[in-house]
């Protein structure tokens, strides 16, 4: 589970899915679960990626699929 700072204030809505990357490393894949205002809830996608890279707090970039 993962919990982004962005919500539907920023364009985010439900079940929207994005590729999840670091310093241009293909970590992993998720799905939108729940958005609020400002902050949202994705689920990590199984299969997709190398999830154990994720750490707290780090800053990643996500790209819409």
Do not use: W, Y
């Amino acid at each position: 589970v993962l919990m982004l700072p962005m919500g539907r204030n920023d364009g985010m809505e439900d079940d929207m899915r994005f590729l999840v990357t670091e310093k241009g490393r293909h970590l992993c894949r998720i799905r939108v679960k729940e958005t609020g205002l400002s902050h949202s809830v994705a689920m990590i996608i199984p299969m997709f990626g190398r999830v154990g890279r994720l750490r707290e707090n780090q800053n990643i970039e996500i790209t819409n699929l």
